[in-house]
């Protein structure tokens, strides 16, 4: 049974990494001491304890070491640099004329972690995977892939079912996996992969306890020669709080979090080498779900202007100034963009509906009542026309501070508008499944930044992705959404592509599918007093997280080395 809490001394003893002991001689005279492993200890992910899933496709429970650290990508676009590749299993790819054949060409000499080779085979195994296996194929790849082929031990070829210039970024997403070991798993979708075998630098799992994973180098990988870290230590931290009491005393290098007035209670604690750099990030917002459990509240949500009212009832520059110490962004615009992509934004969208994404509270009164919302028993909370009630919970994930505060006070400011809400806090593994199988009401959500606004708008909104991720779960869909955001792909034209982001923002802001808050800064903390090579404002090599979804956590982990130690004075000559 895992332990929902852990004490204060069992967090420090899993911080503090692994501890080898020093190996028994066989005369029974103690070893020489080996060299102590160079152990990186990040924070990629909060946890009321760790559960064995190294399962790459399982987007509610996998471990967040699991892809880019133990499955290297074909390629890493760094989106800080409008989506720059970075080559890693593949070193070329390019579309056909026609833009319906995509080829990749990938490295020599590259093995998995058990010393087999990887082949063109292995991509083409994982592709065929997905389309057997429907609940891994997250991303969609069986209605947008037609075939993939491998021609050759180094060549890969995808043929798809229509032109889609962004293909390539989700490609290169889905995690390749060993054909030798997964075609002898009978169900790919409950397998939970517990000694993985990788191509990534950190596959071998030497310590897992619920307080406390360590994953160390892939004995066969390529890349062995720009890799300095030995092992990563993975230690079980459950919400902020304990967070900052572990990163104030240094016990950990590298983690993103929300750190309330940080100059004081992080950087303040050690200001040589303490340091944290913020650049933008994706939009949060409050997700509503069109499909809610409760027949009053589904009621409620699929009227426009009942979402456009909980829109405008929302105090945005609070929730930033008390909630976000005014780190992150105001999103005040109608499709919830976000200044992130300042140049892509439709002026006639904000013309029309931007009215709705601004703090109103009497707007949105005015606008309930024209609408027929009112209260109707007597109790003090606005129901629907019909007199059935409404009353639900805006769920978040326990521990994320920043966010539960957030919600707090989009709750008081529902409450302060006549509407019967509360907070409702879930383990993050279990809100996340909650947004994908639909049991929820609302949620304070983020969605993924890309390369342009089309990742977030298509992850969100497309039809393809609807239930089936947890950056999907309002289940609003229209098929001229879809439209709109296939056009964007069709082309490679910047006229069309602008043309097409035009129409995307005007929907989404007609209807108001979400209520967007603010735009996230890239939560980024990092300690240099065992590690160098850290990405900061003075160098800006790529997205700086190690949260999992961030394909650059890859190159970060490679441009890091271990400070060396000052080597010992030379003893004073004697005397004499």
């Known amino acids: 049974m895992i332990r929902r809490f852990v004490s204060i001394a069992g967090m420090a003893l899993a911080l503090a990494g692994p501890s080898p002991a020093a190996p028994a001689a066989s005369d029974g005279q103690t070893a020489p001491a080996q060299p102590t492993p160079a152990t990186l200890t990040v924070l990629a ?158 596959t071998e799992v030497t310590r897992f306890t619920p307080q406390v994973y360590v994953q160390c180098r892939n004995p066969n990988y390529w890349d062995a020669a720009d890799l300095k870290v030995d092992c990563m230590s993975f230690p079980q931290v459950r919400d902020n709080e304990q967070l900052l009491t572990a990163a104030a005393e240094g016990r950990l290098d590298w983690f993103g979090a929300f750190l309330p007035d940080i ?91 931007g009215k709705y994404a601004h703090f109103d509270r009497n707007g949105a009164q005015a606008l309930l009542a024209e609408s027929g919302f009112r209260d109707v028993n007597g109790d003090g909370y606005i129901d629907n026309a019909d007199g059935s009630p409404i009353a639900f919970d805006i769920l978040v994930p326990a521990g994320w501070t920043d966010w539960v ?13 006549g509407l019967n809400v509360r907070v409702s806090t879930a383990e993050p593994a279990s809100w996340a499944q909650k947004l994908i199988s639909g049991d929820y009401d609302m949620a304070i959500n983020g969605l993924f930044p890309g390369e342009t606004p089309h990742r977030s708008f298509d992850t969100g909104f497309h039809s393809r992705y609807s239930g089936k991720t947890r950056f999907a779960p309002t289940r609003f869909t229209d098929p001229d959404l879809d439209g709109a955001l296939d056009a964007f792909v069709a082309t490679i034209d910047p006229t069309g592509q602008r043309r097409a982001m035009d129409k995307v923002q005007m929907i989404v802001a007609a209807n108001t599918p979400y209520v967007p808050l ?37 190159l970060h982990l490679l441009a890091l080395e271990p400070v060396k130690a000052p080597a010992p004075k030379a003893a004073a000559p004697a005397g004499g």
């Open 263 to 353: 100059e004081r209670t992080y950087v303040a604690a050690d200001p040589r080498h303490h340091r944290y750099w913020f650049p933008p990030g994706g939009t949060v917002a409050i997700d509503i779900n069109l499909n809610s459990p409760n027949r009053g509240n589904r009621a409620a949500f699929r009227n426009v202007n009942f979402r456009r009212a909980v829109s405008m009832a929302v105090d945005r520059r609070a929730i930033v100034d008390i909630a976000g110490y005014g780190y992150p962004e105001v999103n005040e615009y109608a499709s919830g963009i976000g200044r992130t992509y300042q140049d892509w934004v439709n002026p006639e969208a904000e013309r029309q509906y």
């Open 45 to 202: 992910a909060m946890s009321s304890g760790w559960v064995r899933d190294f399962n790459p496709f399982n987007e509610a429970s996998r471990l967040p070491s699991v892809r880019e650290f133990i499955y290297e990508p074909l390629v890493v676009f760094n989106s800080m640099y409008g989506g720059q590749p970075e080559y890693r299993l593949a070193t070329d790819y390019a579309f056909s004329p026609d833009l319906l054949k995509l080829t990749f060409k990938l490295r020599d000499g590259v093995h998995w972690s058990d010393g087999h080779p990887f082949t063109a085979t292995d991509v083409a195994y994982t592709f065929d995977l997905l389309r057997r296996f429907k609940a891994l194929d997250t991303l969609d790849m069986a209605n947008r892939v037609a075939a993939v082929e491998a021609p050759d031990s180094h060549t890969v070829v995808f043929t798809l079912k229509k032109v889609n210039t962004s293909i390539v970024f989700e490609i290169v997403r889905v995690p390749v996996v060993p054909r030798h070991v997964w075609s002898k798993v009978a169900d790919p979708v409950t397998f939970t992969n517990d000694n993985p075998v990788g191509t990534g630098p950190m």
């Open 405 to 417: 505060n957030s919600t707090q006070l989009v709750a008081e400011s529902l409450n302060a508008l």
């Open 518 to 554: 603010f735009s996230n800064p890239t939560w980024y903390e990092y300690n240099t007093t065992r590690f160098k090579g850290w990405f900061n404002a003075d160098n800006p090599v790529a997205r700086p997280d190690v949260f999992d979804g961030t394909p650059e956590r890859l």
